[in-house]
């Protein structure tokens, strides 16, 4: 795994020209520190602010390679077979204080929150008279809804975290504060969602590289589904679901991946990346064969169940064999490596439908949406009849549809299936320890149980 060299937390700022294309928007490459003071001040600045927060998104601690990972590296999908015993500890789920890629992600994670906060603290001043409230809206909902999704990840990964919401000018000044429990930090998501949704606007053409309205609809559905509470989960789905012009399921699989494609209407929301800012996936997936590593791999496990006509159906398209006969995966493909972070799908919206449905005794509406994943897969409908076995059902749609995305572990976790799935019998193992980095240079965190 690669890990990021200590990460600042001074907000990038490069004063540009205003782009007028959403793809120009995201491609601008922003300076690594300025002092606070030339920050944020009118409309190129507040822009090139915002495209800072989904570079630091899109970062290789965070969705560009290590966060991801742990998601599937903690399921039953994937071996590693590199060198790097920090990776193995994922795998056996006994993972270390001390372990360098836990406390890449911690620091990434924060740095895109700090990120976050800078607009949030700054762009309300802005009164830039070429800057429109409703482009200054857009902007202020784009950094409330990634902060959001980072508070989301702190807690699903780390349980109770620090809140932090006023922009800092070092990895320290947050020292001092206390952690917070995990419902406080889910409610600082659904906050930011709530706050978000209505600066944010609907969609008007299919752009994922970007949060809209919808692309909040499609979090606050995951967050209700964490939270069980199935109804939200169910009617949030159902807001994305029914944009039809924008969002459907692609036929083979494949499609919203395959042949170099980006910013299909399969995608509610994913991270770009450039010959010049490249997504660090890949070269971990593919080969050396194909000028990769390969240091993690499909297990044997999964390599039978995808390449089942009657499990994996056209999903087979995941992985690939050497001429050596060597297996890999194959989400992350490109040369240079530009493969998008696919942060949420559209058949995951139809998955969590069907599970909140199923949570609910609306057995038949719950198999509607399974089969909606199934029949894109090439498969026939589904023979699960009662309520555990549709669930079962659904549990076992995820684990091939979302493979090498990230989802794995933690849907395991959340269901409260990694005892018996993984063997994973101590509850204290489903959170990661707090990075001693973190504890030695803040004495008021506190480390979770059991590590």
């Known amino acids: 795994m690669k890990i990021l060299k200590t990460i600042k937390y001074i907000i990038p700022v490069l004063a540009l ?5 959403c793809k120009k928007f995201l491609e601008v490459q922003p300076k690594d520190s300025v002092s606070d003071t030339q920050t944020i001040f009118d409309r190129a600045s507040a822009e090139t602010a915002v495209r800072g927060i989904y570079r630091a998104l899109s970062a290789d601690n965070y969705y560009g390679v290590n966060f991801v ?8 999908n994937v071996q590693w077979t590199g060198s790097q015993s920090i990776v193995q500890q994922f795998i056996d789920h006994n993972v270390k204080a001390d372990n360098a890629t836990v406390s890449g992600i911690w620091l990434a994670i924060y740095a895109t929150i700090n990120r976050a906060n800078y607009v949030i603290a700054k762009l309300p001043g802005v009164t830039d008279g070429s800057l429109t409230a409703a482009e200054k809206s857009q902007l202020l909902g784009e950094a409330y809804f990634i902060r959001a999704l980072c508070y989301f990840d702190l807690a699903r990964t780390w349980g109770g975290v620090q809140i932090v919401t006023a922009p800092t000018l070092s990895a320290t000044d947050k020292n001092g504060i206390q952690r917070n429990t995990v419902e406080q930090t889910y409610a ?10 209505p600066l944010l606007p609907l969609p008007t053409a299919q752009n994922p590289v970007r949060a809209n309205k919808e692309t909040v609809y499609a979090l606050k559905a995951r967050y209700y589904l964490y939270q ?3 109804a939200n989960a169910e009617n949030y789905a159902t807001l994305v679901l029914a944009d039809t012009k924008n969002y459907a399921l692609l036929k083979p699989y494949g499609s919203w991946f395959a042949n170099n494609v980006v910013g299909t209407r399969e995608s509610v929301f994913e991270l770009a990346y450039s010959a010049t800012y490249t997504n660090g996936h890949r070269g971990q997936w593919q080969p050396p064969a194909n000028s990769g590593t390969r240091q993690w791999a499909p ?17 087979s398209a995941l992985v690939a064999k050497t001429s050596a006969g060597l297996w890999y995966g194959n989400l992350y493909y490109r040369s240079p490596a530009t ?9 995951e919206l139809y998955l969590i439908r069907a599970e909140a449905r199923a949570q609910q005794s609306k057995l038949d509406d719950a198999r509607t949406d399974l089969n909606a994943v199934r029949d894109r897969a090439g498969l026939i409908a589904t ?27 933690f849907d395991l976790v959340r269901t409260g299936r990694a005892a ?10 489903y959170v990661l320890p707090i990075p001693v980095d973190q504890l030695n240079v803040d004495p008021s965190l506190t480390q979770n149980p059991g590590y």
């Not at 020209?17 to 294309?21: E, G, H, K, T």
């Not at 990972?69 to 399921?75: F, N, R």
């Not at 669930?391 to 076992?396: K, W």
């Open 228 to 230: 069980k509470d199935w």
């Open 69 to 76: 990972s742990v998601g599937y590296l903690s399921g039953d």
């Open 383 to 409: 023979t699960a009849v009662s309520k555990d076995d549709v669930l079962l059902a659904i549990e076992n749609e995820r684990r091939i549809e979302f493979a090498f995305e990230g989802h794995r572990w």
């Open 188 to 197: 600082q998501v659904l906050s930011d969602l709530n706050t978000a949704e």
């Open 339 to 347: 493969d998008p972070a696919y942060i949420i799908r559209i058949a």
């Open 299 to 315: 297990n044997n496990t999964f390599i039978t169940l995808v390449n089942d006509p009657t499990i994996g159906g056209n999903r």
């Open 420 to 429: 018996t799935v993984l063997g994973v019998v101590d509850a204290k193992k």
């Open 17 to 21: 020209v205003v782009l007028a294309s």
